[in-house]
């Protein structure tokens, strides 16, 4: 019987997220990650594939496991956004990972475009009922509500050095309150 190589790879993914997030794919060596993980790093390939396979299995997993952590709401959307802001602060490496996915791997994970088409359907029934506004399309909508949770994380250090000189985690507050106003605006019937 084969030892169980359960441990291995949760090792290997943490070790693999972290790599990915800190240098995209193309700066990521399966040699760090192995000795990170501490294992042999032919057991990246043996477990997970190529270096794309992995990390493309490892940004699904993020953002699975976002989906799982921040129920979508369409009713609140802005309760939606303040959650998911929330969880990204916590998970900067989340961004990171899908930054350098856009950059480095720009065709759709299957796994994601599952997960938007449930959001966008969502989002036309919660129009249908009329608890959502139908002046913009779903997929509009979503991208917009997406850019506004980003937005903080996404802004030039130029343009953050000119806010309010305040302790980081009141600036964050903020901004969480700006931009859950302007979804809000956005989505409203």
Known sequence: MPP???ATKKRLLEAATAEFAN??????????IGANAKANKRLIYVHFGTKEDLFDLVVGKALVSLADTVPFTPDDL????????DLLQQRPDVLRLTAWALL?????????VDAYRTKLQAISAAQARGKVGTHIEPVDLMAALLGLVTAWANASPALKSLAPQTPASDRQRTFRTAMMTAVRAVCAP
């Open 4 to 6: 169980d190589a359960t």
């Open 23 to 32: 240098y995209g794919l193309a700066g990521a060596r399966v040699d760090r």
């Open 78 to 85: 802005p309760g939606y956004a303040g959650a998911l802001f």
């Open 104 to 112: 480095e791997r720009p065709e759709p994970i299957p796994v994601e």
